[in-house]
T-cell receptor, first 116, second 110 residues
């Protein structure tokens, strides 16, 4: 089973709203990621949590606030977003391949966000 | 700057043909290479990974890696219209984050 779930599937919010995106995995993965993807572009890394600690923040604006309550859950809190933040937000988690250094990342279905 | 380069396409192949998707990378320290398939409006799906020189086959898919040439490819045999998607090549070095190419759009014509 390589399932990562995300809720909600779609979200429309105004620039003054506060909302949260949620991600869950039960594969025992100890690394979890948030990516942002615009149309016809590759995923763009935002944050990485390793063993529930924030290990990478790719200079993301503070209006995006990640949280990792436990090893299975990852949240992304949104506040005062701009229309240009409209995108597909992807959560991923990773394991180590049995035979070496490969880190296999599995993506959730994503949350399509529209900021009005 | 670690970069992964892909031709954006579209690459059009007739149904039943072999589709060949190519990728080059700049970081000689890259250890592992991944191919993700992404249908329009959906999330990326991991379909192949490879970390040793040579070929790795899984069903209709074959990944090929040549570290000396810093070149990775994905062959899709007996292409089907359902293979029409964007294929993302990615690499990493151990536990570092994935570096993605911009993706190649494949169109399989029935």
């Amino acid at each position: 089973d390589t399932e990562v779930t995300q809720t909600p599937k779609h979200l429309v919010m105004g620039m003054t709203n506060k909302k949260s995106l949620k991600c869950e995995q039960h594969m025992g993965h100890r690394a979890m990621y948030w990516y942002k993807q615009k149309a016809k572009k590759p995923p763009e890394l935002m944050f990485v949590y390793s063993y529930e600690k924030l290990s990478i923040n790719e200079s993301v604006p503070s209006r995006f606030s990640p949280e990792c309550p436990n090893s299975s859950l990852l949240n992304l809190h949104l506040h005062a977003l701009q229309p240009e933040d409209s995108a597909l937000y992807l959560c991923a988690s990773s394991q180590k391949a049995m035979s070496g250094a490969s880190v296999l990342e599995y993506f959730g279905p994503g949350t399509r966000l529209l900021v009005l | 700057q670690k970069e992964v380069e892909q031709n954006s396409g579209p690459l059009s192949v007739p149904e039943g043909a072999i589709a060949s998707l190519n990728c080059t990378y700049s970081d000689r320290g890259s250890q592992s290479f991944f191919w993700y398939r992404q249908y329009s409006g959906k999330s990326p799906e991991l379909i192949m990974f490879i970390y040793s020189n040579g070929d790795k086959e899984d069903g209709r898919f074959t990944a090929q890696l040549n570290k000396a040439s810093q070149y990775v490819s994905l062959l899709i045999r007996d292409s089907q219209p359902s293979d029409s998607a964007t294929y993302l090549c990615a690499s990493n070095s151990g536990n570092t984050p994935l570096v993605f190419g911009k993706g190649t759009r494949l169109s399989v014509i029935a």
